[in-house]
């Protein structure tokens, strides 16, 4: 079955800290990736995807996710966290075999101001 | 403009009992996604219609639950005879079609089964 791991449950950061967040998915043949956000007491958010071209791309709030084909992986990066940024990410994978988004587990960060 | 709504945002249910969610995702959106999202755990697929039509249904986890989107539009997702096991926050999507699209999340609605 196709899955998405991602690895780390919970992240604990100083505010100016650099993030990196794992994501792995099951190989599946093509695919579109997302990171998606969910701020405390909010709705999930698309933070960045990637569908083709350039395999670094950016999102909002300066957040970028690099893509490595050969790794099956889709990292989430920011070199200095904000305490605002205290939130839970998830890693999404649209197979093209398939109608809908596949999710990781999420990783809740945690900003210490 | 609005985005998805939910509605309710939180719904109480004794075991055994029927249940209606309700989902309207943003005007123009063909697509419309149901997920479940379990305690410590991603969203998880359940169905997904294009218009009118269930396109896909395979996440649904067996016949007590089912989803319609009689007009295109609305869509409401109905649980018979819940199980304690069906306790999880029910998340509704859209996009403006299907085909990988950006998908936008509605605040989903937490369904506790006593």
């Known amino acids: 079955a196709q899955s998405v791991s991602q690895h780390n449950h919970h992240v604990i950061l100083s505010e100016a800290a650099s993030l990196e967040l794992g994501c792995n998915y099951s190989?599946?043949?093509?695919?579109?990736l997302f990171w998606y956000v969910q701020y405390p007491g909010q709705h999930l958010q698309l933070l960045l995807k990637y569908f083709s071209g350039d395999p670094l791309v950016k999102g909002i709030k300066g957040f970028e996710a690099e893509f490595i084909k050969s790794k099956f992986s889709f990292n989430l990066r920011k070199p200095s966290v904000q305490w605002s940024d205290t939130a839970e990410y998830f890693c999404a994978v649209y197979y093209n075999a398939g109608n809908m988004l596949t999710f990781g587990g999420g990783t809740r960060l945690m900003v210490k101001p | 403009g609005a985005g998805v709504s939910q509605t309710p945002s939180n719904k109480v249910t004794e075991k055994g009992k029927y249940v209606e969610l309700r989902c309207d995702p943003i005007?123009?959106?063909?697509?419309l996604y149901w997920y479940r999202q379990s305690l410590g755990q991603g969203p998880e697929f359940l169905i997904y219609f294009q218009g009118t039509g269930a396109a896909d249904d395979s996440g649904l986890p067996n016949d007590r639950f089912f989803a319609v989107r009689p007009e295109g539009s609305v869509s409401t997702l109905k649980i018979q005879r819940t199980e304690r096991g069906d306790s999880a926050v029910y998340l509704c999507a859209s996009s403006l079609r299907g085909d990988y699209n950006e998908q936008f999340f509605g605040p989903g609605t937490r369904l506790t089964v006593l």
């Open positions: 005007s123009g959106h063909t697509a």
């Open positions: 190989y599946g043949g093509t695919v579109n």
